[in-house]
């Protein structure tokens, strides 16, 4: 079969790899202004980091492999860490300048996803799986991770989404932590670009010393996607 250069467009719900079961194509790239840089290393096995973030002092890498066939029903291993090295935090999250219970927070985990295809348009994907909070290299909280997304896509250059995560705590009072809720349209505006727009809900953080922080519960989201 001859090689096809990826297209912006999403000719397929199977096209659709953000938070997903699905997997970019082997040697497709796929990167954003203010959004992960993604890379297909095989059909089924994709790697993705935050170039912005990586120079901002907060490294994160996340590594996908689908491992049933694209069909009705996906499923796909995800394994993710982060790490801030921009301020010390003490157990519950605050600023601090260091000492004993502090430390540059981090997270690790290992979950899993489900996919699944409704007719041509929209696809619901779930999932789940292990997480652990690090103070520095020590472990401080074990949780899960869950995840629900839906999407529908409109025709081949309309795209809306709705993504929802957070961390449910399962060695102290359980609750639910980092939650998130993003709403984004999305618009093919060429073979290889995409605007990506929408609000994003929960904490968003803005550091404004190492003791003081401000929380925005809502976040305007504007981003260009580039397909490669």
């Given at each position: 079969?001859?090689w096809?250069?990826?297209?912006?467009?999403?000719?397929?719900?199977?096209?659709?790899?953000?938070?997903?079961?699905?997997?970019?194509?082997?040697?497709a790239?796929?990167?954003?202004?203010?959004?992960?840089?993604?890379?297909?290393?095989?059909?089924?096995?994709?790697?993705?980091?935050?170039?912005?973030?990586?120079?901002?002092g907060?490294?994160?890498?996340?590594?996908?492999?689908?491992?049933?066939?694209?069909?009705?029903?996906?499923?796909?291993?995800n394994?993710?860490?982060?790490?801030?090295?921009?301020?010390?935090?003490?157990?519950?999250?605050?600023?601090?300048?260091g000492?004993?219970?502090?430390?540059?927070?981090?997270?690790?985990?290992?979950?899993?996803?489900?996919?699944?295809?409704?007719?041509?348009?929209?696809?619901?994907?779930?999932?789940?799986?292990?997480?652990?909070?690090?103070?520095?290299?020590?472990?401080?909280?074990?949780?899960?991770?869950?995840?629900?997304?839906?999407?529908?896509?409109?025709?081949?250059?309309?795209?809306?989404m709705?993504?929802?995560?957070?961390?449910?705590?399962?060695?102290?009072?359980?609750?639910?932590?980092?939650?998130?809720?993003?709403?984004?349209?999305?618009?093919?505006?060429?073979?290889?670009?995409?605007?990506?727009?929408?609000?994003?809900?929960?904490?968003?953080?803005?550091?404004?010393?190492?003791?003081?922080?401000?929380?925005?519960?809502?976040?305007p989201?504007?981003?260009?996607?580039?397909?490669?």
């Amino acid at each position: 079969m001859a090689w096809e250069p990826a297209r912006a467009e999403w000719r397929r719900t199977s096209d659709l790899a953000l938070n997903t079961a699905y997997t970019l194509e082997e040697g497709a790239l796929q990167l954003g202004i203010i959004s992960p840089l993604s890379v297909g290393v095989t059909d089924a096995f994709q790697a993705t980091f935050h170039p912005l973030l990586l120079l901002l002092g907060q490294p994160t890498l996340a590594l996908r492999l689908r491992v049933t066939p694209v069909d009705d029903v996906t499923v796909a291993l995800n394994v993710a860490g982060g790490w801030s090295f921009v301020q010390k935090e003490d157990r519950s999250g605050t600023p601090s300048p260091g000492g004993a219970g502090t430390g540059y927070p981090g997270t690790l985990q290992l979950t899993a996803t489900m996919t699944i295809r409704l007719g041509t348009s929209w696809l619901v994907s779930w999932g789940f799986g292990p997480a652990m909070d690090f103070l520095g290299g020590d472990p401080i909280r074990g949780a899960a991770e869950v995840h629900l997304s839906a999407d529908w896509l409109i025709t081949a250059k309309h795209l809306l989404m709705v993504q929802l995560s957070g961390y449910v705590p399962v060695s102290e009072r359980v609750r639910l932590l980092r939650s998130e809720a993003q709403l984004l349209y999305g618009w093919a505006i060429s073979d290889r670009v995409q605007l990506m727009a929408g609000l994003g809900f929960g904490d968003f953080i803005w550091s404004t010393s190492e003791s003081r922080r401000t929380t925005f519960p809502v976040l305007p989201i504007v981003d260009l996607w580039f397909r490669f």
